[in-house]
Structures are given as structure tokens and as C-alpha cells.
């Protein structure tokens, strides 16, 4: 497969969203096959249009579907997940390979051999399923099969069995047929829950008052005027500005630039009525901002804003992002051209020549934004991918796109009402690829923050903080040498020795931000990358003694430690991936007040909800009515805040006392220091208070 079709490939799994799991559904049901053995029958439905991956073609394509265990006793797995019959076999042309999938219905089966008279198995199968426009993420379905009726079990016994297993044992005998319920009914919530507040990190403190620690505390928060306001996203109007400044970028590119003065000039002339030339002019601009704006709706209708959340903190997500920049930032600076299939452009274009009025007009503008890809495409991509992860609304990526589109559509209205203009306005040149040149410099540096994500939710150490800052040193050195003439690319003019004064003071602005830069390897803050770079926690070698750093990660623990030593709480959820929490570690709890504060009079516990470390074995709770599987420290930490505390954003903070009770409101993102000063003020205030 070609480089082309590989960055079509990843903008395409970028729009695809998880809240298209509704088109695929699973039921599990559990067959007896006979007394030591017993099949998991898992059966899938997929709406129209959709295919479920079946297992039975080799690796490197799409997500096969898998049988995985969390906890296995008194029972071994026989053999893998055997697909059902049905599936059909075709080369798939994104990954060039032969794959086979179902359509409709899918059916696998994992058959269990009882070893034991008692037994317990919790496992989950993972599966992939896509459609001809977007894919589901791997996902899984859960499966129980418990019970006391193994091999060595008698009639007797067995019927004497709890009600709880006699459920399931009545479930795993019933035929697969007539069992097909949700595996989220076999869990048993309170004990599961029970289980997770009894970990071993709370040996110091005894049952009920762990209990007491986990106690939600919703209203209390907000009889203390509590409800944080939920401000971890960017406010609309600088989401809108964000777009409005990625479409001007997009204008001073080779492939819209030339196109302006042509397209307004053909409109003026084509009728021969000024009039009518003008109409026709803006209803070209308006499509084009309608054009944009159906893709934000799109994002926005298949993203709900907990996706977008979830998205941000994802580390396959932002390994996709990542890559995903590297692409476009590889093709801005003229390593190759990524294009849509020219099919696409020329069917557009005939419809455009074969249908009159304003529908035509439309075509010709959806004509542009095939044509214009290669320079708009990665803008856009950038654009919704920021928007998207750190907008904190499922509006964000509509009112980009908003932004983005009016900027496009400016010219083509302006030349329209003001032709004479088009005689005084710039003329296409090789400033234009400098502009994509510069553009690209800047999409490899933010893909760098997308991977540190992944690198930090995982604990690989592969871009601790100093990595990160030597990387982004080197990317303004090496564009400061471009914007002075001393680094050539592809499309330049490789005869221009002059430096233009913008470009001289572009590069000034890039060899500074180099410079200032360098400090941060030796631990100096760097507060205007704070937003970006790893935390200071993950650097080696730090000479900046004024840090705030968390005495615990554990809750328990760190609670355990608070009642012994009488000191009231610094809750901090926060995440490896989370921007406005790094901007708040550096721009607040750096400043001396606060770090003294904490250090000195608090017990600071931070909670990473999106730590990918394994629990010693996953946990079912219960949550809205239904069960849900903690795996991962960071999923304990995410249930212990909207279970206790009734949010779910971060940054949260929440100042409690060794009961685990608020002794005041709740914050979320905030930069004003002084504030946040008195409310740690008023927290010992009113832990002192009798």
C-alpha cells in the first residue's frame, strides 16, 4: 500500500467514533455440552452495512476477535475462539491482505473444560467491526461462568447450591438458544464493590472506615457551593478563533491561494450581469462554510462530549494522532503530496458542468475542498483533532470547522464585492511554500505531545520531559535555519539566497523560543509549554528545588497516612494526558504560596484516571444500573470520582478530612493563584474548627 493511501487511511479511522458501538451488539450464553465441559457462546448482530472481523487470517490487519481471561479457576481454557460458520473471505484493500469477516450475524464459541468442583471464570472476547466509511475501536464483551457443579460435584450437593449459583449453573445447562442475556446480569455489584474498597493498600485502617472514605459526598460538595464548574475546555469563542487562523493558514497555500482570483473572476463573467456575478460569488462562499460545517456536525453528532474526554486521555487515540501529524507534517514539508482519489474530483466535477443554479455553484465550491486537500487536509486534521480532545464540549469541532470555513470563504466574498482588489492582492510565489514548510515544522512538534500521552498513561519513560524539550529545541533551530535560507526542501526555490524581513523575524521568534527553552533541561519550568511537555516528576536531572510533588498516588493509602499524622486532604484527579492539569502544576502549585501550602500543611494525593496499570485482578461494580469492569488503576480512580465526588473532568480538586468528608468547595481549572491560595486557606480554617 502507498503513502498515499496510508494518510487517506488514517484520516478516515480518525473520523470514526465510539459512539457507533450501537451498530454492533453481542449477547453471551453459556451451553452445557456435557459434564466437564461447557461452551461460551457469544453472538453478534450487526446493523446493515456493518461486518464483524472473525479470527481465522493472519495478524498485521484488522482487530481479530479473541478470547481473553481476567481471572480463571477450577476451569482451563480448550483450544481458542472458534468462529462460527458463514464467514466470508475477500482482500481487504487498506491493509492488502486476505481477511474474512461476517455480515448480520457472527457466532463464536470458547469452550471451558471444568477441572474442579467449584469454579470461576471471568474473561472477555475482544472484536473489531467496520462499515465502508468508519470502524469501531477493539472491543470487548464480558462473560461469567461460575458455579459448584464440576466434575467432582454430586446431585445432592449441587442442589443445595446459593440462589446466585444455581442461576448460573441453570444459565450454563440451558441451551444457547434460549440464554441470551447481557454478561453485565452475572455480576454481584456489593461484594464486587465491597472488594475494591478492601484493597490491600488500606491494611492501616480497619473495614468501616475505608467504607466511610468511599461514602459519596455529592451533596455535601454542593451545600458548600460546590458543583466545579466544569472549565478544562477552551471557551467557544477561542475555539472559533483557533478555526478562524487555521483557515487564513489554509489560504496562503499553493493549492487555494492561485484559485481565488480565478474562481471570483469567472463568477463576475460568466453572465455578463455584475449582479447576478456577485449573487452567485457569495452563494460560492456560503457553500464552502457549509461545507465545513456539515464535517464539524458530523464529528460532533458521532462524538458525544464523555467520548471526546475519553479520546483525550486514550493512549491508541493519541498514538493515532501522533502518527497521523507525523504524516502531514512529512507531507508539508514536501516529502510527498497527500491527495483523494482523483475519481472523486473528476465525478464532483462533472455533476458540477451536467447541473445548473445554485447546485452547481456547490459543487464547484465541494470541487475546491477535493482539490485543496493536500494543503487543507492536514489544517483540518490538526484543527479537529485539538478541538476534539481538549474542547471538553461535543460542540467544539462544529464551531472549529465554523471558525475555519468563514476564513476560507473571506476572499472569495471580498474579491466578489471588491474586484478591484484582486489587482492589488499578492501574487502566487514561493512564500506560499514557506508557509506550508513552517506549517509542517509546527505539526511535527505537536505530534510529539500526543505521543507523550501514550508514553506517560503506560510508563514507558520513552519521552521523559527533557527528550521532549530537546526535540522541540531542535525542530525551532532547524526552522529558524529554513526561514534564514540554510535548510533547503523539495519545493523550494533552490536559486532565492534572500532573506525577506518576515521571514528574518520569523526565525528571531524561533532561534528565541529555542534559547528559552534550553533552561527546561536543567528543570527550569518553561510555564508557556507547561500545556504540552511531560511533567517535571519525569525528569532526571532537575536543579529546581521549588516542586510539588504527590505523597501518595494511592487514595487509600494516602488517607491511611492523613488520619495518622492529622492533616487534612489535597485530592488532585489529574491524568498522564490531561493539558490543563500540567498548566495548573506549573502555573499555581509552582508559585510559592501555594507550594507551601501543600507541602507543608496538606497531604497531597494524586489520582491518575488513566494509569494503565493492572488491578491485581479486574473488579465488577455497580454504576447507574448497570456493571462495569475496573482493569486498570486508572479506572478505580475515574469510579472513585464520579461515584464519591459526582464529576468527571480534570483537573478536580477536592480538600477533605481524614473521614474522607469535604471541608470545602471543590476546583477545577483555574489560574488565579490568589484564589486558589484562600481556598486552601479556608480549607484549614475548617479542618481546625471543632
Given at each position: 500500500?502507498?503513502l498515499?493511501?496510508?494518510?487517506?487511511?488514517?484520516l478516515?479511522?480518525?473520523?470514526?467514533t465510539?459512539?457507533?458501538?450501537?451498530?454492533?451488539?453481542?449477547?453471551?450464553?453459556?451451553?452445557?455440552?456435557d459434564?466437564?465441559?461447557?461452551?461460551?457462546?457469544f453472538?453478534?448482530?450487526?446493523?446493515?452495512?456493518?461486518?464483524?472481523?472473525?479470527?481465522?487470517?493472519?495478524a498485521g490487519?484488522?482487530?481479530?476477535?479473541?478470547?481473553?481471561?481476567?481471572?480463571?479457576?477450577?476451569?482451563?481454557?480448550?483450544?481458542?475462539?472458534?468462529?462460527?460458520?458463514?464467514?466470508?473471505?475477500?482482500?481487504?484493500?487498506i491493509?492488502?491482505?486476505?481477511?474474512?469477516?461476517?455480515?448480520?450475524t457472527?457466532?463464536?464459541?470458547?469452550?471451558?473444560?471444568?477441572?474442579?468442583k467449584?469454579y470461576?471464570?471471568?474473561?472477555?472476547?475482544?472484536?473489531?467491526?467496520?462499515?465502508?466509511?468508519n470502524?469501531?475501536?477493539p472491543?470487548?464483551?464480558?462473560?461469567?461462568?461460575?458455579?459448584?457443579?464440576?466434575?467432582?460435584?454430586?446431585p445432592?450437593?449441587?442442589?443445595?447450591?446459593p440462589?446466585?449459583?444455581?442461576?448460573?449453573?441453570?444459565?450454563?445447562?440451558?441451551?444457547?438458544?434460549?440464554?441470551?442475556?447481557?454478561?453485565?446480569?452475572?455480576?454481584?455489584?456489593?461484594?464486587?464493590?465491597?472488594?475494591?474498597?478492601l484493597?490491600a493498600?488500606?491494611?492501616?485502617?480497619?473495614?468501616?472506615?475505608?467504607?466511610?472514605?468511599?461514602?459519596p459526598?455529592?451533596?455535601?460538595l454542593?451545600?458548600?457551593?460546590?458543583?466545579a464548574a466544569?472549565?478544562?475546555?477552551k471557551?467557544?469563542?477561542?475555539i472559533?478563533l483557533?478555526?478562524?487562523?487555521?483557515?487564513?493558514?489554509?489560504?496562503?497555500?499553493?493549492?487555494?491561494?492561485?484559485?481565488?482570483?480565478?474562481?471570483v473572476?469567472?463568477?463576475?463573467?460568466?453572465?455578463?450581469?455584475?449582479?447576478k456575478?456577485?449573487?452567485?460569488?457569495?452563494?460560492?462562499?456560503?457553500?464552502?462554510?457549509?461545507?465545513?460545517?456539515?464535517?464539524?456536525?458530523?464529528?460532533?453528532?458521532?462524538f458525544?462530549?464523555?467520548?471526546l474526554?475519553?479520546?483525550s486521555?486514550?493512549?491508541l487515540?493519541?498514538?493515532?494522532?501522533?502518527?497521523?501529524l507525523v504524516?502531514?507534517?512529512a507531507?508539508?514539508?514536501?516529502?510527498?503530496e497527500?491527495t483523494?482519489?482523483?475519481?472523486?474530483?473528476?465525478?464532483?466535477?462533472?455533476?458540477?458542468?451536467?447541473?445548473t443554479?445554485?447546485?452547481?455553484?456547490?459543487?464547484?465550491?465541494?470541487?475546491?475542498?477535493?482539490v485543496s486537500?493536500?494543503?487543507?487536509?492536514?489544517i483540518?486534521?490538526?484543527?479537529?483533532?485539538?478541538?476534539?480532545?481538549?474542547?471538553?464540549?461535543?460542540?467544539?469541532?462544529?464551531?472549529?470547522?465554523?471558525?475555519?470555513?468563514?476564513?476560507?470563504?473571506?476572499?472569495?466574498?471580498?474579491?466578489?464585492?471588491?474586484?478591484?482588489?484582486?489587482?492589488?492582492?499578492p501574487?502566487?510565489?514561493?512564500?506560499?511554500?514557506?508557509?506550508?514548510?513552517?506549517?509542517?515544522?509546527?505539526?511535527?512538534?505537536?505530534?510529539?505531545?500526543?505521543?507523550?500521552?501514550?508514553?506517560?498513561?503506560?510508563?514507558?519513560?520513552?519521552?521523559?520531559?527533557?527528550?521532549?524539550?530537546?526535540l522541540?529545541?531542535?525542530?525551532?533551530?532547524?526552522?529558524?535555519?529554513y526561514?534564514?535560507?540554510?535548510?533547503?526542501?523539495?519545493?523550494?526555490?533552490?536559486?532565492?539566497?534572500t532573506?525577506?524581513?518576515?521571514?528574518?523575524?520569523?526565525?528571531?521568534?524561533?532561534?528565541g523560543?529555542?534559547?528559552?527553552?534550553?533552561?527546561?533541561?536543567?528543570?527550569?519550568?518553561?510555564?508557556?509549554?507547561?500545556?504540552?511537555?511531560?511533567?517535571?516528576?519525569?525528569?532526571?536531572?532537575?536543579?529546581?528545588?521549588?516542586?510539588?510533588?504527590?505523597?501518595?498516588?494511592d487514595?487509600?493509602a494516602?488517607?491511611?497516612?492523613?488520619?495518622?499524622?492529622?492533616?487534612?486532604?489535597?485530592?488532585?484527579?489529574?491524568?498522564?494526558?490531561?493539558?490543563?492539569?500540567r498548566?495548573?502544576?506549573?502555573?499555581?502549585?509552582?508559585?510559592?504560596?501555594?507550594?507551601?501550602?501543600?507541602?507543608?500543611?496538606y497531604?497531597?494525593?494524586?489520582?491518575?484516571?488513566?494509569?494503565?496499570?493492572?488491578l491485581?485482578?479486574?473488579?465488577?461494580?455497580?454504576?447507574?444500573?448497570?456493571?462495569?469492569?475496573?482493569?486498570?488503576?486508572?479506572?478505580?480512580?475515574?469510579?472513585?470520582?464520579?461515584?464519591?465526588?459526582?464529576?468527571?473532568?480534570?483537573?478536580?480538586?477536592v480538600?477533605l478530612?481524614?473521614?474522607?468528608?469535604?471541608?470545602?468547595?471543590?476546583?477545577?481549572?483555574?489560574?488565579?493563584?490568589?484564589?486558589?491560595?484562600?481556598?486552601?486557606?479556608?480549607?484549614?480554617?475548617?479542618?481546625?474548627?471543632?
Amino acid at each position: 500500500m502507498n503513502l498515499k493511501a496510508r494518510a487517506a487511511a488514517c484520516l478516515t479511522l480518525f473520523l470514526c467514533t465510539l459512539s457507533l458501538l450501537a451498530q454492533v451488539t453481542f449477547q453471551v450464553s453459556y451451553k452445557r455440552v456435557d459434564a466437564t465441559h461447557i461452551d461460551i457462546v457469544f453472538t453478534g448482530t450487526a446493523a446493515q452495512g456493518w461486518h464483524i472481523y472473525s479470527n481465522d487470517f493472519e495478524a498485521g490487519g484488522p482487530t481479530r476477535a479473541t478470547f481473553q481471561t481476567d481471572h480463571m479457576e477450577g476451569a482451563r481454557l480448550v483450544g481458542t475462539l472458534r468462529p462460527g460458520p458463514g464467514a466470508k473471505r475477500h482482500v481487504d484493500p487498506i491493509f492488502d491482505m486476505p481477511v474474512s469477516y461476517f455480515e448480520g450475524t457472527a457466532v463464536f464459541t470458547q469452550r471451558v473444560e471444568l477441572t474442579g468442583k467449584d469454579y470461576d471464570l471471568k474473561g472477555y472476547m475482544k472484536y473489531g467491526a467496520c462499515n465502508d466509511q468508519n470502524c469501531l475501536p477493539p472491543t470487548s464483551v464480558n462473560a461469567r461462568l461460575t458455579g459448584s457443579d464440576g466434575p467432582a460435584a454430586t446431585p445432592d450437593k449441587a442442589e443445595t447450591k446459593p440462589a446466585a449459583e444455581a442461576a448460573e449453573t441453570h444459565a450454563a445447562e440451558a441451551p444457547a438458544e434460549a440464554v441470551a442475556t447481557d454478561t453485565a446480569t452475572a455480576a454481584t455489584p456489593t461484594a464486587a464493590t465491597d472488594s475494591l474498597r478492601l484493597s490491600a493498600s488500606t491494611a492501616a485502617a480497619d473495614s468501616a472506615t475505608v467504607a466511610l472514605w468511599w461514602q459519596p459526598v455529592v451533596g455535601e460538595l454542593k451545600a458548600l457551593g460546590g458543583e466545579a464548574a466544569d472549565m478544562t475546555g477552551k471557551p467557544f469563542y477561542l475555539i472559533f478563533l483557533l478555526g478562524f487562523v487555521g483557515g487564513l493558514l489554509a489560504l496562503f497555500t499553493p493549492c487555494v491561494w492561485p484559485i481565488i482570483p480565478m474562481t471570483v473572476s469567472f463568477f463576475l463573467k460568466r453572465s455578463g450581469n455584475r449582479r447576478k456575478g456577485l449573487r452567485d460569488a457569495l452563494t460560492y462562499g456560503v457553500s464552502i462554510v457549509v461545507i465545513y460545517v456539515g464535517l464539524g456536525l458530523i464529528i460532533t453528532t458521532l462524538f458525544g462530549a464523555s467520548a471526546l474526554n475519553d479520546l483525550s486521555t486514550n493512549a491508541l487515540f493519541n498514538l493515532l494522532f501522533f502518527a497521523m501529524l507525523v504524516v502531514f507534517g512529512a507531507s508539508f514539508l514536501g516529502g510527498f503530496e497527500i491527495t483523494l482519489p482523483s475519481k472523486w474530483n473528476n465525478a464532483v466535477d462533472r455533476k458540477a458542468e451536467s447541473t445548473t443554479g445554485l447546485l452547481s455553484i456547490f459543487l464547484m465550491a465541494f470541487t475546491l475542498s477535493l482539490v485543496s486537500f493536500s494543503c487543507t487536509g492536514p489544517i483540518i486534521g490538526f484543527l479537529l483533532v485539538e478541538v476534539s480532545t481538549g474542547g471538553g464540549s461535543a460542540l467544539a469541532p462544529t464551531i472549529g470547522m465554523l471558525g475555519f470555513a468563514v476564513a476560507l470563504a473571506l476572499p472569495f466574498t471580498l474579491f466578489a464585492l471588491f474586484p478591484a482588489w484582486l489587482k492589488s492582492a499578492p501574487r502566487s510565489g514561493g512564500w506560499m511554500n514557506k508557509i506550508k514548510v513552517v506549517l509542517g515544522f509546527l505539526e511535527l512538534a505537536f505530534a510529539l505531545k500526543f505521543f507523550s500521552v501514550a508514553d506517560l498513561a503506560y510508563g514507558w519513560r520513552l519521552l521523559d520531559r527533557e527528550t521532549f524539550l530537546a526535540l522541540w529545541i531542535a525542530l525551532a533551530f532547524c526552522l529558524g535555519l529554513y526561514l534564514v535560507g540554510l535548510i533547503k526542501f523539495p519545493h523550494d526555490d533552490a536559486d532565492d539566497r534572500t532573506t525577506s524581513v518576515p521571514s528574518f523575524l520569523l526565525s528571531l521568534a524561533a532561534f528565541g523560543f529555542a534559547i528559552y527553552m534550553i533552561p527546561g533541561l536543567w528543570g527550569a519550568p518553561l510555564k508557556a509549554v507547561s500545556a504540552f511537555a511531560p511533567p517535571l516528576s519525569t525528569q532526571d536531572f532537575n536543579l529546581d528545588p521549588a516542586k510539588v510533588e504527590p505523597q501518595f498516588k494511592d487514595y487509600e493509602a494516602g488517607m491511611a497516612y492523613a488520619r495518622a499524622v492529622g492533616k487534612p486532604v489535597l485530592i488532585d484527579f489529574t491524568g498522564h494526558g490531561c493539558v490543563n492539569c500540567r498548566k495548573m502544576e506549573l502555573a499555581v502549585w509552582h508559585d510559592a504560596r501555594v507550594r507551601d501550602l501543600i507541602n507543608n500543611d496538606y497531604v497531597l494525593i494524586s489520582l491518575y484516571v488513566d494509569e494503565k496499570t493492572p488491578l491485581p485482578q479486574p473488579v465488577d461494580v455497580s454504576e447507574n444500573g448497570s456493571v462495569t469492569t475496573l482493569r486498570t488503576v486508572g479506572d478505580k480512580w475515574s469510579y472513585l470520582q464520579r461515584t464519591k465526588f459526582g464529576a468527571n473532568a480534570q483537573p478536580f480538586y477536592v480538600l477533605l478530612d481524614a473521614d474522607g468528608k469535604p471541608i470545602e468547595s471543590a476546583r477545577s481549572y483555574d489560574e488565579d493563584v490568589s484564589a486558589y491560595v484562600g481556598w486552601l486557606r479556608r480549607g484549614l480554617e475548617a479542618y481546625s474548627r471543632p
